[in-house]
């Protein structure tokens, strides 16, 4: 059975920081991109950041140089550094895996990113 499951989710204040982290069991994750996905109150779905199996990553325009995503291929854990964070950041952020190869693809339950003074 596969399982993502994301961590580090908070309340934080406008230019804080925060890590997620997803550890995905169930999949090999060295064969998977990775992806961080939020939505917001009202909003759709929305791409933050991506990363290939190869390490090859690509953000939304509204986090380029404030964000950060990596992996840990010895770990299977995927991370998103959150840096400068504003109030347009606040929405529940999803973790995703695709397959290289199948394409299939996976979703974790989300962790709630809350940010406010």
């Known amino acids: 059975q596969v399982q993502l499951v994301e961590s580090g989710g908070g309340l934080v204040q406008p230019g804080g920081s925060l890590r997620l982290s997803c550890a995905p069991s169930g999949i090999i994750f060295s064969r998977n991109s990775m992806g961080w996905y939020r939505q917001a109150p009202g909003k759709e779905r929305e791409l933050v950041a991506r990363i290939t199996s190869g390490g090859r990553t690509n953000y939304a325009d509204s986090v380029k140089g404030r964000f950060t995503i990596s992996r840990d291929n010895t770990k299977n854990t995927v991370y998103l550094q959150m840096n400068g964070l504003k109030p347009d950041d606040t929405a529940v952020y999803y973790c995703?895996?695709?397959?290289?190869?199948?394409?299939?693809?996976?979703w974790g339950l989300g962790t709630l990113v809350t940010v406010s003074s």
């Open positions: 995703n895996s695709q397959n290289d190869w199948s394409f299939m693809e996976y």
